[in-house]
């Protein structure tokens, strides 16, 4: 492929795509082959972490502090836990493992533990999405910051299909050197050129094989010069320790100096003084003794003010250390307050899933109450139907009933009015004969006193149709058809009653 070299930052993103993607490619096909779960030792899984590791080095801002410059993505992979709380388990278990002292060993054990779950194209595609929050940690061309930090975290979804066991216990993830070895993705590309298109890969692959060369030479370069920087950085702090040392004794040797220039500059007053008695033959002396104090003084004064800014210098950096412990100690007071907000987090996730639990029972209970209901409802429903069919057939027999009385009474209602016609005449005869003292003699075995209010004021007694027996007119005065006839019949008050009511239960 062609490359621009105007831009070289592009130069170097679209190089470490491509090893991205023939690592992934080179991984997944050599793991599929293999047919089992991946260790630490396998060769193409240590190469993937190694590109993966220059790719979210590409690009990252330097940032200074107290102990010097510090340059890691560990910063970067943080911002997961944020923004998917589900990644905070590989967090925590990445700061608990004991032999991880850097950054970069904590972002490289990070980077594990995410493969091994089978989220780290998911996480990447996270981060990579929030570049506003990456800017605080990459320049604006960095890889994370463009379009090839999103194909990357496409690749990365194919890795789901690998299964890996790593042991991070025993690794010196901290001092390990991350070199790509670009020998076996040369020889996939010589085994891919027995295709159709075998010539056109081959010149890629040669290209490839030259810039790589190129490469080479420049981080060889670029690894001599960090470790030139190192190597005078341990001899610039060694020679600063050795004129500590050395300030500390010349210290030491000033205090002394100073004591000694006091008492010669007193000796001097006290010789001064003795000498001004003799101020004519001595006064030759005397000037040089001035000068001599003058230069002491002077002497005195410069060691002083070195004395002075040795002290303040010890303690600006006695200063710098509490403050760094002070900044250490709320770190971990921080990271205390963190993990116990994790359990209570997970103490109420727990009261949670037994809430929704209890209320999926509840729920479930209500659900067979209310199929209960519904079916004692629909039973409802059809007695209620059948109450009013019989609501309706005995409104027509009613209707029936009253026809028939009509009819009765349109039959027979002269009858009826010449019988209470005569019903009456043979009351005020039977009065008159009561108060005239002769009342007519009753049959044999024809009762005197009605049994049902026994009264004896009226001796016209009438006989009920239904029980067939006699009572006075007052107990005889309802009527009802009867079931021996369909016209209505003259029935006492007990029938009357007791027929009503079996006419009632009975609707046909």
């Given at each position: 492929?062609?490359?621009?070299?105007?831009?070289?930052?592009?130069?170097?993103?679209?190089?470490?795509?491509?090893?991205?993607?023939?690592?992934?490619?080179?991984?997944?096909?050599?793991?599929?082959?293999?047919?089992?779960?991946?260790?630490s030792d396998y060769a193409p899984l240590q190469q993937f972490f190694v590109v993966m590791e220059h790719c979210l080095k590409h690009g990252l801002k330097t940032k200074k502090t107290f102990l010097g410059q510090n340059k890691s993505f560990w910063g970067a992979l943080e911002l997961v836990e944020k923004l998917t709380p589900e990644a905070g388990e590989i967090t925590a278990s990445v700061k608990d493992l004991p032999g991880l002292k850097t950054p970069l060993g904590r972002g490289r054990a990070w980077l594990r533990l995410a493969l091994m779950q089978k989220k780290l194209s998911d996480y990447m595609k996270t981060i990579i999405n929030r570049k506003d929050l990456l800017s605080e940690f990459y320049e604006p061309n960095a890889l994370m910051m463009e379009e090839e930090g999103a194909v990357i975290?496409?690749?990365?979804?194919?890795?789901?299909?690998?299964?890996?066991?790593?042991?991070?216990?025993?690794?010196?993830?901290?001092?390990?050197?991350?070199?790509?070895?670009?020998?076996?993705?040369?020889?996939?590309?010589?085994?891919?050129?027995?295709?159709?298109?075998?010539?056109?890969?081959?010149?890629?692959?040669?290209?490839?094989?030259?810039?790589?060369?190129?490469?080479?030479?420049?981080?060889?370069?670029?690894?001599?010069?960090?470790?030139?920087?190192?190597?005078?950085?341990?001899?610039?702090?060694?020679?600063?320790?050795?004129?500590?040392?050395?300030?500390?004794?010349?210290?030491?040797?000033?205090?002394?100096?100073?004591?000694?220039?006091?008492?010669?500059?007193?000796?001097?007053?006290?010789?001064?003084?003795?000498?001004?008695?003799?101020?004519?033959?001595?006064?030759?002396?005397?000037?040089?003794?001035?000068?001599?104090?003058?230069?002491?003084?002077?002497?005195?004064?410069?060691?002083?003010?070195?004395?002075?800014?040795?002290?303040?210098?010890?303690?600006?950096?006695?200063?710098?250390?509490?403050?760094?412990?002070?900044?250490?100690?709320?770190?971990?007071?921080?990271?205390?307050?963190?993990?116990?907000?994790?359990?209570?987090?997970?103490?109420?996730?727990?009261?949670?899933?037994?809430?929704?639990?209890?209320?999926?029972?509840?729920?479930?209970?209500?659900?067979?109450?209310?199929?209960?209901?519904?079916?004692?409802?629909?039973?409802?429903?059809?007695?209620?139907?059948?109450?009013?069919?019989?609501?309706?057939?005995?409104?027509?027999?009613?209707?029936?009933?009253?026809?028939?009385?009509?009819?009765?009474?349109?039959?027979?209602?002269?009858?009826?009015?010449?019988?209470?016609?005569?019903?009456?005449?043979?009351?005020?005869?039977?009065?008159?004969?009561?108060?005239?003292?002769?009342?007519?003699?009753?049959?044999?075995?024809?009762?005197?006193?009605?049994?049902?209010?026994?009264?004896?004021?009226?001796?016209?007694?009438?006989?009920?149709?239904?029980?067939?027996?006699?009572?006075?007119?007052?107990?005889?005065?309802?009527?009802?058809?009867?079931?021996?006839?369909?016209?209505?019949?003259?029935?006492?008050?007990?029938?009357?009653?007791?027929?009503?009511?079996?006419?009632?239960?009975?609707?046909?």
């Open positions: 492929y062609l490359l621009n070299y105007e831009d070289p930052i592009a130069i170097e993103r679209l190089n470490l795509m491509n090893m991205a993607k023939l690592s992934i490619k080179g991984l997944i096909e050599s793991a599929l082959n293999l047919g089992r779960t991946l260790d975290a496409g690749l990365l979804v194919g890795l789901n299909v690998i299964d890996a066991n790593l042991c991070m216990k025993g690794e010196d993830l901290d001092s390990q050197v991350g070199v790509i070895d670009f020998s076996m993705y040369l020889k996939d590309g010589g085994h891919s050129s027995k295709s159709a298109e075998g010539d056109g890969q081959i010149t890629a692959i040669l290209d490839q094989k030259n810039y790589v060369e190129e490469l080479n030479r420049h981080l060889s370069a670029s690894v001599n010069n960090l470790q030139a920087k190192v190597d005078a950085l341990e001899k610039s702090n060694t020679k600063l320790t050795e004129e500590l040392a050395v300030a500390n004794n010349r210290i030491i040797t000033l205090q002394e100096d100073v004591e000694r220039v006091k008492e010669e500059s007193s000796y001097q007053m006290e010789s001064r003084k003795a000498l001004r008695s003799d101020s004519a033959a001595d006064g030759q002396a005397l000037g040089e003794t001035r000068k001599q104090l003058k230069e002491e003084t002077l002497l005195r004064l410069d060691v002083e003010k070195e004395l002075e800014v040795q002290i303040g210098m010890k303690q600006e950096m006695e200063l710098s250390m509490k403050m760094l412990e002070k900044d250490i100690c709320e770190k971990q007071d921080a990271l205390v307050e963190l993990r116990q907000q994790l359990e209570d987090l997970r103490a109420i996730n727990q009261q949670l899933s037994h809430k929704s639990q209890s209320a999926d029972a509840s729920s479930k209970q209500k659900s067979e109450v209310i199929a209960r209901l519904e079916e004692k409802i629909n039973q409802m429903t059809g007695t209620v139907k059948q109450l009013e069919t019989r609501c309706k057939q005995a409104e027509r027999e009613r209707d029936l009933a009253l026809e028939a009385n009509r009819l009765f009474k349109q039959e027979f209602g002269d009858k009826i009015e010449s019988l209470q016609v005569e019903v009456e005449q043979l009351r005020r005869h039977r009065y008159s004969l009561r108060r005239m003292g002769t009342v007519p003699s009753l049959p044999l075995g024809q009762p005197i006193m009605c049994t049902m209010c026994e009264q004896d004021d009226s001796l016209l007694k009438t006989k009920c149709k239904n029980c067939s027996g006699v009572f006075c007119e007052s107990c005889v005065s309802k009527e009802l058809p009867l079931p021996s006839s369909i016209l209505p019949e003259t029935v006492c008050t007990a029938c009357y009653t007791q027929l009503l009511q079996q006419y009632a239960s009975t609707p046909t």
